[in-house]
């Protein structure tokens, strides 16, 4: 199972000061709108997420279809195949992305420490 590009996305308190900060590690800004409280910033293959008052604490961010520069994929496992192989093996889901669809959808689960894991398709 592919689970495509995997970024983290960092639930921010001050997006300036956040971004100034990772900018000093050397990510730079990739895409994102800083007026609507969100950024992505990339180090070579490394991608975190800055997002400031959309949601508590961190998440791992899984993006099927994508690579690591937010291209699509010709091929991919599609997000619902993952969900179904996921709930098959016992892994139980906070949200569900709707099988009778196709296209952009996503899903959560939480890994037993408490981390939050998003899978969100975009195509």
Not at 2 to 16: I, P, Q, R, T, Y
Not at 23 to 52: D, M, P, R
Not at 72 to 81: A, G, H, I
């Amino acid at each position: 199972m592919n689970l495509g590009n995997f970024s983290l996305s960092l639930a921010v308190k001050d997006l300036e000061a956040s971004q100034a900060f990772y900018e000093k590690l050397g990510f730079k800004v990739f895409f994102g709108e800083a007026a609507n409280n969100w950024l992505i910033l990339k180090n070579g293959e490394c991608t975190i997420g800055l997002f400031q008052g959309m949601f508590e604490g961190n998440i791992m961010t899984f993006n099927p279809g994508w690579d690591s520069e937010g291209k699509e994929l010709e091929q991919y496992t599609d997000v619902r195949e993952i969900q179904k192989a996921l709930k098959e093996s016992g892994i139980e889901l906070l949200s569900e992305a709707d099988e009778g669809t196709s296209g952009p959808a996503s899903f959560m689960a939480v890994d037993p420490d408490g981390n939050t894991i998003l899978v969100d398709q975009h195509v």
